[in-house]
């Protein structure tokens, strides 16, 4: 008498439970190695708009304000290629109690209408940048900044 070939419907559950116990431990993982690099993004591009921004300051002795509502030219106020695909929207404005002449805060908030809404960064939220070199973030995270 010959075999079956193939596998039983118990074989075929027993890998699929396997399988789902190894992506059930490994994703939560990799969910926070793609949090940490967007946040990444969003550093990056508050560092390159501050140095714009330092570089108008040099030219006109003051810094300029400039969101998606009042863009400026050679400022991005998203933070990766293209808006859409971007994690954080970016924009600027004087430092609290601060002229703009003499002190600039850019803002790197995360998930807004204007980016890709998905991402969420609850540990660190909206990131901050100063002019005069203060890091900060809203969320619960000191780790935010290195």
């Given at each position: 008498?010959?075999?079956?070939?193939?596998?039983?419907?118990?074989?075929v559950m027993l890998v699929l439970l396997i399988l789902?116990?190894?992506?059930?431990?490994?994703?939560?993982?990799?969910?926070?190695?793609?949090?940490?690099?967007?946040?990444?993004?969003?550093?990056?591009?508050?560092?390159m708009a501050l140095q714009q921004q330092e570089q108008?300051?040099?030219?006109?002795?003051?810094?300029?304000?400039?969101?998606?509502?009042?863009?400026?030219?050679?400022?991005?106020?998203?933070?990766?290629?293209?808006?859409?695909?971007?994690?954080?929207?970016?924009?600027?404005?004087?430092?609290?109690?601060?002229?703009?002449?003499?002190?600039?805060?850019?803002?790197?908030?995360?998930?807004?209408?204007?980016?890709d809404v998905r991402f969420v960064d609850a540990e660190?939220?909206?990131?901050?940048?100063?002019?005069?070199?203060?890091?900060?973030?809203?969320?619960?995270?000191?780790?935010?900044?290195?």
């Amino acid at each position: 008498m010959a075999r079956p070939r193939g596998f039983t419907l118990i074989e075929v559950m027993l890998v699929l439970l396997i399988l789902s116990l190894l992506v059930s431990l490994a994703w939560p993982g990799y969910a926070g190695y793609l949090t940490k690099t967007r946040r990444m993004e969003g550093k990056v591009a508050l560092i390159m708009a501050l140095q714009q921004q330092e570089q108008h300051h040099a030219l006109h002795h003051s810094y300029v304000a400039f969101s998606k509502a009042a863009p400026v030219e050679g400022l991005r106020w998203w933070s990766g290629n293209a808006a859409t695909s971007s994690a954080y929207e970016i924009d600027a404005e004087a430092c609290p109690d601060r002229a703009l002449r003499d002190c600039v805060q850019l803002r790197a908030r995360p998930g807004t209408a204007n980016v890709d809404v998905r991402f969420v960064d609850a540990e660190c939220g909206t990131l901050t940048l100063r002019s005069t070199g203060e890091q900060g973030a809203s969320g619960q995270s000191a780790r935010c900044w290195p």
